[in-house]
């Protein structure tokens, strides 16, 4: 499973939560603490907005704790709006297009999780794509596919949390009509450059685990917390959303899927 982290709130560097804290991303890439594969060392990426409406995006397939591009990079950048990911290939191999997150237009997009039986379920999904976004796919993995099954939806005037939940669902109902018996796994952030909209839902009630902690200058999500003490970091919930406003507020909603 991966790891990654969500931040919304006044600009500051991405060193500040993805390289200096006790338990950073960086860290948790080399030594996860609640995650099945303790190393995350199969590509990792971070993504940000600054005054572009589109977001940056630096990707690579070497590990994090190894990449001094990276480190470089973080302590230059800061943003109000940033996501960061370190990736433990479950499938699609490795390569630079499977390393998170994922962009298109305005929003960009990762996750942690699965599709079961992925493989069985690829050629039909990916059919499900318009044009335009099948030629967006340019790696193997279901994460990615995911994402732009949401943002079909988004583009045909869906909100974020009923475009979710439809695609979840309609993958559900593939994974059962094909007979497929491993878990949806899914926790994931999306954002839109204003907001975050962080998830966590699984088709078996082991969702990978994702919590929020909350401070002055901003909001984060998280898979696991970044200083080692799970004081002051809240687990949501199995089929939980939470959005963390450009406003400083955090609203929850819930996931409904069929």
């Known amino acids: 499973m991966c790891r990654f982290l969500a931040y919304r709130g006044d600009p ?8 200096r804290p006790k338990h950073s991303l960086v860290r948790q890439s080399l030594r996860a603490t609640e995650a099945k594969m303790v190393t995350n060392g199969d590509g990792f990426g ?9 977001p940056g995006l630096y990707r690579e397939v070497t ?3 190894s990449d001094e591009n990276l ?12 996501f960061a990911h370190v990736r433990a290939a479950t499938g699609g191999g490795i390569a630079l297009s ?37 030629h967006q796919r340019k790696g193997a ?38 007979g497929i018996d491993a878990p949806l796994r899914f926790a994931a952030a999306l954002a839109d450059g204003d907001d975050v909209f962080a998830f966590r839902w699984a088709s078996d ?10 401070e002055s200058w901003g909001q984060m999500v998280a898979s696991e917390p970044l200083d080692g003490d799970p004081e002051g970091w809240v687990p949501l919930s199995n ?15 819930r996931l409904s899927v069929g």
């Open 12 to 19: 500051i560097y991405l060193e500040d939560l993805v390289c």
């Open 46 to 54: 971070v993504g940000w907005y600054g005054e572009r409406d589109t």
């Open 141 to 178: 993995t279901d994460s990615e596919l995911i994402f732009l099954l949401i943002v079909q939806r988004l583009v045909d005037g869906y909100g974020m949390v009923e475009a979710t939940s439809e695609v979840l669902g309609e993958v559900s109902v593939r994974m059962r009509q094909a």
């Open 239 to 253: 089929g939980s959303v939470l959005r963390l406003c450009a406003d400083g507020r955090t609203t929850e909603h």
């Open 98 to 134: 499977n390393c998170h997150p994922f962009a298109s237009g305005a929003f960009m997009f990762m996750h942690n999780g699965q599709i079961g039986g992925f493989a069985q379920l690829r050629r039909e999904l990916e059919g499900e794509l318009p044009d335009p976004l099948w």
């Open 205 to 214: 009630d082991k969702p990978p685990t994702l919590y929020l902690h909350r």
């Open 63 to 65: 590990p994090a704790w």
């Open 71 to 82: 480190l470089a990079l973080a302590a230059h950048v800061r943003s109000h709006l940033f």
